[in-house]
């Protein structure tokens, strides 16, 4: 077995628990690097070597597989894009099961499926070890800055170690409940988020089109009573604010098609509880005919404006 090759930094300023971390995308490379900053030994693994590259010259070490990066960590924090991924970092053939040291602490801040979530959970208890669901809110930038919230859910005899972690991470780490919980709360923030962000691109198109000037437009409307995120924080119109991917033509930031993603999720754990949601469908279908156009599908989930605004 290959063994992972760690940078100067982490073997001069080790730490009592090496920390692995797998999936270095938009908001886990920012995530890895604050552990980094704190002062953990951090171990990462992604399949693209750039963004390995990366966080190596931050001072991480570097594993070729996820079941290496298993086998020398002690807690361990995924972060991918969906149910299919998690279940091949974990289940796969060098999946982290392979390896996985008896009672290492394996916390998950991907966005999938709660029911997988659950299988996952079952796999790392017969393995001796411990599995908590934690996925994030508060886009890229609050990733970069390390203000996140997390919506944490598992037991709560081990979530005071969890939040030690996830401290250097986020602002706000809030324990949730049994497993797949955090990941219910996430789902319900992102279609609302969804809805959000719809109204605020319908509302602004319309407004700048009737002769608004876009940066009065948004300062009212963000001290008014349709202040929201999407409005206030992250606004979707280019020219508007600084920082944020309207900003940079929507590179960056959350994609639609992760959007897409999770109003899928959301909409089949409301057909699972009996839920109405008449605008979280209509959500769901904006932004699937959105990812349907090869120009907007790779872009952040703000482009919606773009695509109203060129109607």
Known sequence: MAVCMKSLFSLTARSMSTVGFVGLGNMGSHMAKNL????????????????????????????????????????????????????????????????????????????????????????????????YDAPVSGGVVAAEKGILTFMVGGDAEKFDLVKSYLDHMGANVIHCGANGNGLVV????????????????????????????RKLL???????????????????????????????????GFGATLMLKDLGLAE??????????VFGKMAKQTYDELCQDENFAPKDFGVIFKKLSEQ
């Open 218 to 252: 948004s300062e009212i409307l963000g001290k008014s009573t349709a202040r929201c995120w999407s409005i206030d924080t992250y606004n979707p119109v280019p020219g508007v604010m600084e920082g944020v991917p309207a900003s940079r033509e929507y590179d960056g």
């Open 36 to 131: 980094v900053k704190a002062g953990k030994d951090v171990l990462v693994y992604d399949v693209n070597d750039a963004s390995v590259q990366d966080l190596k010259q931050s001072g991480a070490g570097a594993c070729g597989t996820p079941s290496e990066l298993a086998s020398q960590s002690d807690v361990i924090v995924t972060m991918v894009p969906s149910s299919p991924h998690v279940l091949d970092v974990f289940k796969g053939s060098s999946g982290l099961l392979k390896t996985l040291k008896p009672g290492t602490l394996c916390i998950d801040s991907s966005t999938i499926d709660p029911a997988v979530s659950k299988d996952i959970d079952s796999a790392v208890r017969a393995a001796g070890s411990h599995f």
């Open 268 to 277: 089949l754990m409301a057909n699972g509880s009996d839920s109405p949601i």
């Open 186 to 213: 996430k789902l319900c923030n992102n279609m609302m988020l969804a809805i959000s962000m719809i109204g605020a691109a319908e509302t602004l198109n319309m407004g700048i089109k009737m002769g608004m000037e």
